[in-house]
């Protein structure tokens, strides 16, 4: 069973940046698809950017194309999210999930979750 540790929330100002990573252990990464959900107070829990471990299928929700890169380092077994140009509406908390899945959908129901981690853009 993989277990994910998901560090690198925090406070920042508008048009700030951050990374998030999620190390995985348990279990190696190969084969599954990693990516990262977030959820605002009051708000539904919205798909943010998967990729596959191979690394050459990259999917971006179209509200962080441009401005999210998500990437993995296979030796780590870890999967990262750089976020650039925050804005206000990017608060929320950042959850990383693995699943064997090709939809952001069938990740969303067989994947397994981080604890999540907090991140707040201030304006």
């Known amino acids: 069973q993989v277990q994910l540790a998901e560090s690198g929330g925090g406070t920042v100002q508008v048009g700030g940046s951050l990374r998030l990573s999620c190390a995985a252990s348990?279990?190696?990464?190969?084969?599954?698809?990693a990516g990262w959900f977030r959820q605002a107070p009051g708000m539904e829990r919205e798909f943010v950017a998967a990729?596959?471990?191979?690394?050459?299928?990259?999917y971006y929700a179209d509200s962080v194309k441009g401005r999210f890169t998500i990437s993995r380092d296979t030796a780590k077994n870890t999967v990262y999210l750089q976020m650039n140009s925050l804005k206000p509406e990017d608060t929320g908390v950042y959850y990383c999930?693995?699943?064997?899945?090709?939809?952001?959908?069938?990740?969303?129901?067989?994947?397994?979750w981080g604890q999540g981690t907090q991140v707040t853009v201030s304006s």
């Open positions: 990729i596959n471990w191979s690394g050459d299928r990259l």
């Open positions: 348990g279990r190696l990464l190969s084969d599954l698809t």
């Open positions: 999930n693995v699943a064997d899945a090709t939809t952001a959908q069938a990740m969303f129901e067989r994947g397994t």
